[in-house]
């Protein structure tokens, strides 16, 4: 009898044991997947941006080696190149009536497809209504062609001031909505400053080596709008521009292309 009880016993423990509610086991967390970072890609280099110039004009564009040769080089020497291709079509001594009847400037700039073209008329040796006649001219077929036309002021000779120079070019830009490099006001301010600084070559006509430096300065702020602040091209020889001497340079042209009435 006792066996019987102890084995029910037995059994009912079994039973309750078998029974009893189980505790969920958690499932096992599937791991995150593993993020490779793929290296950033090296960016395409960026082409730097190029433009097609041409001058056209006389001696007082191509004297010292010529204002096609300094833009190119001036504007390679930012901190960011630009691809300067420089063109020129001068005649000494000629006025833009010349250029426009006797020379091959029209149908350079109708074929060549330039980004801008850099009109120099030579004042006094043509007078105001004719050189107001061939700019509107030369302007028309510029811009036909798909270019943007630039007038460069020139400076005082002989019978003619800067300030009567500067007027006939500020007139007829005002006129045609054309940028003038005011290059004989930026001549004036930095001979004013610096005396002992002559813009002039020995025949008080053509550039000395800072006259040309300090054109193409101007020529390459009104043209870029930019500041040629920094720029580190100088003209080589015997006299060259010293650094000093190109950051003072380089501060008028800017300065004159900001305060230029035809740039407003």
């Known amino acids: 009898m006792k066996s019987l009880k102890l084995f029910n ?38 082409a730097a941006p190029q433009y097609k110039i041409l001058f056209v004009g006389n001696s007082l564009t191509f004297w010292n080696s010529g204002l096609q040769y300094y833009i190119a080089r001036l504007a390679d020497s930012a901190d960011l190149p ?35 073209v850099i009109l120099q008329d030579a004042l006094p040796n043509t007078n105001v209504e004719m050189f107001h006649t061939y700019a509107r001219e030369f302007i028309e077929e510029i811009r036909d062609a798909g270019a943007e036309p630039v007038l460069f002021m020139t400076w005082a000779r002989k019978e003619l001031t800067t300030e009567e120079i500067a007027q006939a070019y500020l007139d007829i830009a005002t006129e045609l909505d054309v940028a003038v490099a005011p290059v004989g006001l930026a001549w004036q301010r930095a001979m004013e400053e610096r005396p002992e600084l002559d813009m002039y070559d020995t025949d008080k006509i053509h550039p000395s080596i800072h006259g040309s430096y300090l054109t193409v300065n101007v020529m390459y702020a009104t043209i870029f709008g930019e500041s040629p602040v920094g720029l580190s091209y100088l003209p080589l020889g015997n006299p060259g521009v010293t650094e000093e001497e190109a950051a003072f340079l380089q501060r008028i042209a800017w300065e004159m292309a900001q305060e230029s009435p035809a740039q407003d």
């Open 9 to 46: 016993l037995l059994c009912l423990i079994v039973l309750l044991v078998a029974c009893a509610p189980v505790e969920p086991v958690a499932p096992t967390a599937t791991p995150e997947p593993t993020m490779t970072l793929k290296p950033t890609a090296t960016p395409e280099p960026t």
């Open 82 to 116: 630009l691809i300067v291709k420089a063109y020129s079509v001068v005649e000494p001594g000629a006025t833009l009536e010349t250029m426009w009847k006797q020379t091959g400037a029209r149908g350079m700039i109708e074929k060549n497809n330039y980004d801008v």
